[in-house]
């Protein structure tokens, strides 16, 4: 249930947000209609509209509303656009891309997030592809996309992922090992030139890459 005090919740984390940086009025837009609390688990329902990253299932994490918004503006997100997102989680950033009428793909490798993303999705009347597989790869079957969102620390940058952006197509990825990731965003200038920028240190759960899927 959305009640009045929750709302009044998202409106203080939008002006939060907005005081941290975030400008794209359509991101704090999303920010505002979501109530996040419903992708947490009963323990931190009380701490939703905090700007904290909180656990959920699988050893995997919502990312903190500050980094979700962050990088949903480097996405730079047109009405629209085809996005492909590797790591649907909670399936909360999922729902920012989906109410700013992008179309998202999005891949989760662990089998209880992605059933738990289906249910989650249509509770919500948003409608995406939702795929059970291995981020690394992608998905060239519905490729290229314009805009690619990477939601876990990367120890590099998948050359699949790159095959699959559209020439002037935006990837946003966290990068590195460890305990924090710099956040980068790729342009795509040409099928073999991208143009780099990077945005500060993040942490996020690692992207995991040749293990056994998690049923």
């Known amino acids: 249930m959305d009640t009045y005090r929750h709302k009044g919740l998202r409106k203080k984390l939008v002006g939060l947000l907005q005081e941290k940086g975030i400008t794209d009025e359509r991101v704090l837009e999303a920010i505002n209609s ?58 909360y950033q999922t729902c920012v891309l989906l109410e700013m009428k992008a179309k998202v793909f999005s891949i989760e490798r662990q089998k209880v997030l992605y059933q738990k993303a289906k249910v989650m999705l249509e509770k919500m009347n948003y409608s995406a592809k939702l795929f059970f597989g291995d981020g690394y790869l992608g998905q060239p079957a519905f490729a290229p996309y314009d805009k690619i969102i990477i939601t876990a620390g990367a120890p590099f940058i998948p050359e699949d992922l790159k095959r699959q952006l559209n020439v002037g197509g935006i990837m946003v990825i966290p990068v590195g090992e460890g305990d924090s990731q710099i956040m980068k965003r790729l342009i795509k200038r040409s099928e073999t030139e991208f143009e780099m920028e990077e945005y500060g240190d993040f942490k996020f759960v690692p992207l995991l890459q040749n293990k056994s899927f998690n049923g």
């Open 34 to 91: 979501i109530p996040r609390h419903l992708f947490l688990d009963n323990a931190f329902v009380n701490f939703a509209y905090q700007d904290k990253a909180f656990p959920i299932s699988a050893g995997q994490t919502i990312s903190q509303p500050f980094t979700v918004a962050f990088q949903t503006q480097l996405l730079k997100i047109q009405r629209g656009d085809k996005v492909l997102e590797i790591g649907t989680g909670s399936a």
